[in-house]
């Protein structure tokens, strides 16, 4: 838990902050895409490293380059297309020189799809390499080796559809236009608010988000549980196009 040591009314300005942060990047009224269907069928195969792979299976150099030499754990999240608010997500983990896959779950991106330059309510996620490095969520820490925020501030609001309410019990942020060693829902934006925020992975509801990954809540605890700040995980994430690029 966070300490308590604002008056009431700084605590309250605060937590209005982080609410208005979160609402622009995951929150709002939640539409399906019309495409729910488990992404993971059609790519299981597809996403599962040859023996002895030096690559993350459909990962381009552009984007390969960029997963940082000191890495030993990727989250990738392959996108089913562009404008798809479809997606995989897969666990793999470095053994010597050679990546190896570890879990794949199904998961949703944002409702429109994905974009290369993301900016606030675009309804899309943003492509890249991201790392991970703080967790948080309404629910007490499940075991994780990332520092994480347990806070009731983390709710969704009650206004919205009931199928919302649980899914920031868990989640992990995206290092996008954020300051790494702070918890999830800390509102700063370096870059501004214009490049968006608070792109969290968190717990699924079964439809497109506003910018951040959804999962299970089982994915979620598997991840929160395994992701080790020693192997300095990090997440590439995109739609099957702009990760081969």
Known sequence: MRKNGASRTAVAVASLATLLASLSACGGTHQSDGGDKDASAS???????????????????????????????????????????????????RHGKSWRRQGSWPAHNGKKGWTTDHHEDDRRSPVGVFTLTDAGGVLADPGTRLP??????????????????????????????????TPPDDPTRPQGDAKGGSIWLH???????????????????????????????????????????
């Open 43 to 93: 790519g299981s195969s597809a996403h599962r490293p040859a023996v002895g792979s030096t690559r993350i299976p459909g990962v381009g150099d552009r984007l390969y380059r960029r997963i940082p030499a000191d890495t030993g754990q990727v989250v990738a999240v392959y996108g089913v297309g562009r404008d798809s608010a479809r997606s995989t997500a897969v666990l793999y983990t």
């Open 203 to 245: 717990l699924d509801h079964g439809s497109g988000t506003s910018a951040c990954i959804s999962l299970s809540e089982a994915a979620m605890q598997y991840l929160l549980r395994t992701l080790d700040p020693h192997q300095h995980p990090v997440v590439v994430m995109g739609d099957r196009a702009n990760l081969k690029a």
């Open 148 to 181: 994480y925020t347990r806070d009731a501030s983390f709710a969704a609001p009650r206004w919205w559809a009931k199928s919302h309410w649980h899914d920031f019990d868990y989640v992990i942020a995206i290092d996008y236009n954020r300051l790494k060693g």
